[in-house]
């Protein structure tokens, strides 16, 4: 059912901040709107004000640096990831989970900061981020904060977003410059589908870790391993790390077994 709503498309972070504090609830920000415009078609949510962020020019693009590391913008979109020069050295497995997000119609819209916000369990991006020990960084007009990504998620959907903040960019650390790593999706066809578990890891020196999605109400990144940790401890790790469920994907027990052999594939990869 369509229904009226107003769009506003801010020019500067300012003029955006401005906006969250005087709509609060009653607003939606979009920056692809691949989740957001999907759900508003299908009543699912209805705003008073959709934000648009795509044009403010306060917001730093896609860079890396070794003092800041690797800087991810809210307009940045997979595709600008997929074809970043610097990312596919230093930060590989973010363009392995990138490409398995959707189509590439989807990709040119759609943004890595706005597929963390969606906070989807299956989130593709998440589980690379995690691995690399992602920071978001929040801002609002009274102030600004850093949030672990491990600490982002608060649930389905849930953030730890309040009702006036924005993500100004996710961050991740130059010391996991150079890691390498796989990510591998199950999904009930071949071609795009959201994920009936996901499994990243991330192996940087003396460090792995591993992230896994679709098993639990947010994505999941565990404990710290040495890097010559066996296929079966890690298993077991993430099996006591996990809660997933019976839905009309998959079973439960499915997801369980899909974990430990994407885990022994990745390690022997690894």
Same mark, same amino acid.
Request: proline letters at 4%; aromatic letters at 4%.
């Given at each position: &059912?369509?229904?009226? #709503? ?9 003029? =955006?901040?401005? !906006? ?9 920000? &979009? @920056? ?9 078609? +299908?009543? !699912?949510?209805?705003?008073?004000? =959709? ?7 306060? #917001?730093?693009? $896609?860079?890396?640096?070794?003092? *800041? ?5 809210? +307009? ?13 050295? *230093?930060?590989?497995? =973010?363009?392995?989970? @990138?490409?398995?997000? @959707? ?6 819209? @759609? ?17 690379? !981020? $995690? ?21 982002? #998620? ?10 006036? *903040? ?17 990510? &591998? ?21 003396? $460090? ?18 040495? +890097? ?8 077991? *790790?993430? !099996? ?16 369980? #077994? ?13």
């Amino acid at each position: &059912m369509l229904y009226e #709503f107003q769009y506003v498309a801010p020019k500067t972070k300012s003029e =955006l901040l401005a !906006l969250l504090d005087r709509h609060g609830d009653s607003c939606k920000i &979009m @920056a692809g709107g691949t989740d957001l415009l999907v759900d508003i078609r +299908a009543g !699912l949510r209805k705003p008073q004000v =959709l934000i648009d962020i795509k044009k403010v020019s306060d #917001f730093k693009p $896609l860079s890396f640096s070794e003092k *800041e590391g690797l800087l991810i913008g809210p +307009a940045t979109t997979c595709a600008d990831v997929i074809r970043d020069k610097t990312v596919s050295r *230093e930060f590989p497995i =973010l363009i392995q989970a @990138a490409k398995q997000l @959707a189509s590439t119609q989807v990709r040119n819209r @759609a943004t890595i900061v706005g597929n963390i916000c969606n906070a989807s369990p299956c989130a593709d991006t998440a589980l690379p !981020l $995690l691995c690399l020990d992602a920071s978001v960084h929040i801002v609002s007009k009274s102030g600004s904060r850093i949030v672990k990504l491990k600490d982002f #998620f608060t649930g389905v959907k849930k953030t730890a977003l309040r009702k006036d *903040e924005v993500v100004e960019k996710i961050t991740v650390p130059s010391s996991m410059a150079g890691g390498r790593g796989g990510f &591998m999706k199950l999904k009930r066809i071949k071609g795009h589908d959201l994920s009936l578990v996901s499994v990243c890891l991330v192996k940087k020196g003396s $460090l792995l870790r591993v992230a896994i999605g679709s098993a639990s109400p947010t994505p999941v990144v565990l404990k710290d391993f040495p +890097a010559q940790v066996t296929a079966d401890n890690v298993a077991d *790790e993430a !099996l006591r790390s996990v809660k997933p469920i019976d839905d009309i994907r998959c079973s439960k027990d499915y997801r369980l #077994f899909m974990i430990k052999t994407y885990i022994e594939r990745l390690i022997e990869e690894c």
